[in-house]
């Protein structure tokens, strides 16, 4: 079965990419009857040289992306994966040739069909008198032998495009530039590392992987890497990169070591979401700096892309100043990133956290009768009430995946197991008011997702009314303030089917204990019972707030979990307030 594209068709799809591309970017034109993008002010480059490079498309942002002041002057591109034609290559080098260029430099990655076909047109073009040059650029580091066909040429071209368009908007004549590019070209590397393979439209993924499977040093059309091996976490996989990288008994290794200046290039193959591209940039920085290696500048997003291939490349490139200040001089390139120009390693990264408000005293209370709810009780009640949570995570999970992201048994369970270090660390505050507002700020900080918010902010306003007081129409005060911050912020109502729901049940049994005669464990029993009635009911409710409301009601035959858990932890603490009457 083929992979689905959304395309127009599959044999017109380069070219309807490239014409989207132009048509979103004022300055690029596309040459008439030809794949080629060239820059819109050619006229402007008169008397310098100019930049092509290319190949297949399924690249983007490569190649076109580049182009621009300070960077390329034009690309060709092929269709998916493949060379481009011999003759588009020709006709991108006579219209910059005609604009009065001072030469042309070919910038060619590593690949048969992209040598060939350049090549070609290059020697066609010097039998017509026009000054051109090319280089090839390898920079894979799969490699432990030497390959005949040399290295492959990865994403350490962009870096080399780079380099190059400094030096042509600087005036330097076609001959430096190609010398100095061959330069930099030995000094740098690239490695790739997939989860899964990508497609070429109108075909099927082209390698399959285990679940558990990852290929290192694969191409960037899926060709074969050097190993597969087992899923890791990113830190360890990417230590396998750097090591594999820079082992010196590897001969296509980039020969980093203590004391280099590197620039680094974590790429997207296309299929990677960013908050894993995060966590592999964190990665490779705290890598090369642990060895002693200087992060001068690090690239992060797509730039040579694989489609829709799940994995990416680390590029490392040795920079001194000189080559440092190409790389940092200025370009309109769309697909090259704004980056601050001074090193990586170096920065403070951390920023002091503010200090905490200086605790006022324990608050006391004249002539109130003590709370029920003791420093060693609440201890116990919430002891009990995080392992009912940790044991309610999967069930909690299950519900959520009906309407949710599947993660509300995981964000009750790290609430839970914050609030056990927290407890293992000292003992809580001993009065109620000061207690709610410490748990609030935990929960604020640990637990996360609206979960976290809603239960800060019921705790934050429940811990006002007992401040001033403890006694059992104070909690009942403290009940009915949660609900209304609950309200007030959340825009829920009862009925909306949510965690409010079950609160508002008990909070309206809760309202018994303003009576003077009042019986606590009754109504607390009481509470508790409605609680979990309205959080079996929520599973007949239409959903009005939450996540839960963008779906269709009849897909919702399962309670709430949000309710569910917040009827769990009223049972919990009903629970253990029982079993210490009873001791």
């Given amino acids: ?38 820059r819109f002010d050619l006229d402007s480059l008169k008397g310098r040289v100019a930049l092509l490079s290319g190949g297949g498309s399924g690249h983007e942002p490569a190649h ?36 009065g260029t001072a030469g042309t430099l070919l910038i060619v990655k590593n690949y048969t069909g992209d040598r060939l076909n350049f090549g070609l047109a290059r020697e066609q073009a010097q039998a017509e008198g026009i000054p051109v040059e090319m280089v090839v650029i390898g920079d894979d580091c799969a490699f432990t032998v030497v390959k005949k066909a040399g290295r492959r040429g990865l994403c350490g071209v962009v870096l080399i495009h780079k380099i ?8 330097v004549p076609l001959k430096e530039i190609k010398d100095r590019v061959s330069v930099a070209a030995k000094a740098m590397g690239t490695l ?16 399959e992987l285990a679940a558990d499977e990852v290929e290192l040093g694969l191409g960037i059309h899926g060709e074969a890497g050097v190993r597969r091996m087992k899923m890791a976490p990113a830190d360890e996989i990417v230590r396998l990169m750097l090591d594999h990288m820079t082992n010196t008994s590897n001969v296509s290794h980039v020969s980093v070591q203590a ?69 940092d001089a200025e370009t309109t390139a769309s697909a090259w990133p704004h980056m601050p120009k001074v090193s990586v390693t170096g920065q403070k990264r951390i920023r002091p956290a503010p200090a905490h408000p200086t605790e006022a005293p324990d608050i ?19 002891e009990q009430v995080c392992a009912t949570l940790l044991d309610m995570e999967e069930y909690l999970n299950t519900l959520d995946r009906v309407s949710g992201d ?48 809603l239960y800060g902010l019921f705790l934050t306003a429940a811990a006002q009314p007992l401040k001033a007081s403890t006694d059992l129409p104070a909690w009942s005060a403290a009940m009915d303030a949660g609900l209304e911050a609950m309200r007030k912020y959340g825009k829920a109502a009862p009925g909306d089917r949510t965690m409010l729901d079950s609160l508002w049940a ?47 009601s009849t897909k919702l035959d399962e309670p709430d979990p949000g309710a569910v858990a917040t009827a769990a932890i009223l049972r919990s603490i009903l629970q253990v307030l029982k079993n210490l009457e009873s001791e």
């Fill in 192 to 207: 790739g590392l997939s989860l899964s393979s990508c497609s070429v439209p109108g075909s099927r993924p082209n390698f």
């Fill in 64 to 99: 076109a992306g580049f182009i621009g002041k300070g960077m390329l002057t034009g690309i060709i591109a092929g269709a998916v994966f493949a060379s481009p034609a011999v003759g588009s290559i020709l006709a991108a080098i006579r219209a910059v040739a005609q604009a």
């Fill in 364 to 382: 006391t209370v004249e002539g109130t009768k003590p709370c029920c709810l003791s420093s060693k009780r609440m201890v116990l009640v919430l």
């Fill in 406 to 453: 599947g993660d509300c048994g995981t964000t009750h369970s790290r609430a839970a197991r914050a609030i056990q270090e927290w407890l293992r660390e000292s003992p809580p505050p001993a009065h109620p008011a000061k207690l709610l507002s410490q748990l609030s700020l935990l929960l604020l900080d640990k637990m996360g997702g609206s979960s976290g918010a």
């Fill in 506 to 552: 008990a909070g309206q049994e809760l309202q018994a204990l303003r009576n003077p005669q009042a019986n606590l464990f009754h109504i607390l029993t009481k509470a508790v019972e409605s609680a979990e009635a309205a959080a079996q009911a929520t599973k007949n409710m239409t959903a009005g707030a939450g996540r839960a409301s963008y779906i269709s």
């Fill in 1 to 38: 079965m083929t992979s689905k594209k959304l395309v127009n068709s599959v044999a017109g799809c380069a070219d309807d990419a490239l014409a989207g591309l132009v048509a979103c970017n004022p300055n690029l034109q596309l040459l008439q009857g030809h794949r080629v993008a060239l």
């Fill in 259 to 327: 004391g280099s200046s590197v620039v680094l290039v974590v790429n997207n193959l296309g299929g990677l979401s960013v908050l894993e591209l995060g966590i592999v940039a964190d990665a490779a920085i705290r890598t090369l700096e642990s060895r002693g290696v200087k992060v001068a500048r690090a690239l992060v997003g797509t730039f040579m892309s694989a489609l829709e291939m799940p994995g990416l490349s680390l590029t490392l490139l040795l920079v001194d100043e000189s080559r440092l200040k190409l790389i």
């Fill in 164 to 171: 190059a368009g400094a030096l042509a908007e600087a005036g």
